[in-house]
């Protein structure tokens, strides 16, 4: 419930997005992350996506920064080498209260869960703005997108499935991560997207 606190295992990596109805698949590899998938499944499949900050001095146990995501593992598929594959569907975003000291190869952290806003809409003109921004971005970045899809979302599914998906760096990501609303977000969004969407001198998109 949104306001509980609880006890998360958490997933540590720059530029990773998860928010709540969205899905984000993840290949696991190392030991520390296969042991957590493991305990997650025997216990109740919940995994905490959170960015570490990149400027924390200490490269094997980075600082955190406050907000994060969990999930629910949807998918998964154990290899025969002990890596996974696996989809985290999102459900709540979290504040960090405190790092829990755990003898665990993965880190946990005590929690405050964060009430989602429900049935949030954008005014037209925003709507319009960020889809015209998107759509020169993704020319620009050479993507190839399906645009009648693209408007067939619901203004969530939009802003934050952009969010997510984004090659901002990490501070941007979690800037977006933390606005208060969609609104703010698909303004941000815009914003991201005409300030990164520069090129250089061999006409190519640059990420600055």
């Not at 540590?12 to 499944?41: K, N, Q, T």
């Not at 989809?87 to 000291?101: H, K």
Request: proline fraction near 7%; charged fraction near 25%; include cysteine.
């Amino acid at each position: 419930m949104p306001g509980d606190t609880t006890r998360l295992s958490i997933f540590p990596l720059p530029g990773a997005l998860l928010f709540p109805g969205l899905h984000l698949p993840l290949h696991i590899f190392e030991p520390r992350y296969r042991a957590m998938v493991s305990d997650a499944i025997a216990r109740d499949r919940r995994i905490a996506m959170i960015q570490p900050r990149t400027d924390s001095p200490d490269r094997d146990r980075p600082a955190l920064f406050d907000v994060g995501c969990v999930g629910r593992i949807a998918e998964v598929e154990a290899l025969d080498d002990g890596r996974y594959n696996l989809i985290l569907e999102g459900l709540s975003l979290f504040r960090v209260i405190e790092e829990l000291d755990v003898t665990t190869p993965f880190r946990q952290v005590e929690a405050m869960l964060m009430p989602s806003p429900r049935d949030e809409v954008l005014a037209l003109a925003a709507r319009s703005s960020l889809e015209l921004e998107s759509r020169r971005f993704a020319e620009a970045q050479g993507y190839a997108v399906d645009w009648e899809a693209v408007g067939r979302l619901d203004d969530s599914s939009l802003v934050n499935g952009i969010a997510q998906i984004a090659p901002f760096d990490v501070a941007a990501k979690q800037a977006l991560l933390e606005a208060p609303g969609i609104a703010e977000r698909a303004e941000l969004l815009v914003q991201l997207m005409q300030f990164f969407g520069r090129h250089d001198g061999e006409d190519r998109v640059t990420l600055q």
